[in-house]
Nanobody, 124 residues
Framework: HVQLVESGGGLVQPGGSLRLSCAAS????????MGWFRQAPGKEREGVAA???????SYADSVKGRFTISHDRSKNMGYLQMNNLKPEDTGIYYC???????????????????WGQGTQVTVS
């Protein structure tokens, strides 16, 4: 069973940066998909980025060029570096994982079996 704990959220001004971290316990397999999702008030949870166990990455169009997803397999950690933040990036950010490679549907909630509790990001 994979357990995920996010950290690193906070309040930042537009144009600023934040780095989110996801501590993953039980993610010891070579094949997995780790994703970051966000949910703004009154909106659906949306996929932001995903990374495969071999390092392949995928991004939502709204964050391409601004966000970078990465992982450190030796530490069982995932990261989301967010630069040039905009007010529309505000929301609760969730880390998610599944023990299979990322698919073309990586942005769908149904692709993941494990979720963290979320961390608030506010851009204002």
């Amino acid at each position: 069973h994979v357990q995920l704990v996010e950290s690193g959220g906070g309040l930042v001004q537009p144009g600023g940066s934040l780095r989110l971290s996801c501590a993953a316990s039980g993610l010891t397999y070579s094949s997995y998909c780790m994703g970051w999702f966000r949910q703004a008030p009154g909106k659906e949870r949306e996929g932001v980025a995903a990374i495969d166990g071999d390092g392949s990455t995928s991004y939502a169009d709204s964050v391409k060029g601004r966000f970078t997803i990465s992982h450190d397999r030796s530490k069982n950690m995932g990261y989301l570096q967010m630069n040039n933040l905009k007010p529309e990036d505000t929301g609760i950010y969730y880390c998610a994982a599944d023990l299979r490679r990322c698919s073309i549907s990586w942005y769908r909630r149904q692709e993941y079996n494990s979720w963290g509790q979320g961390t608030q990001v506010t851009v204002s």
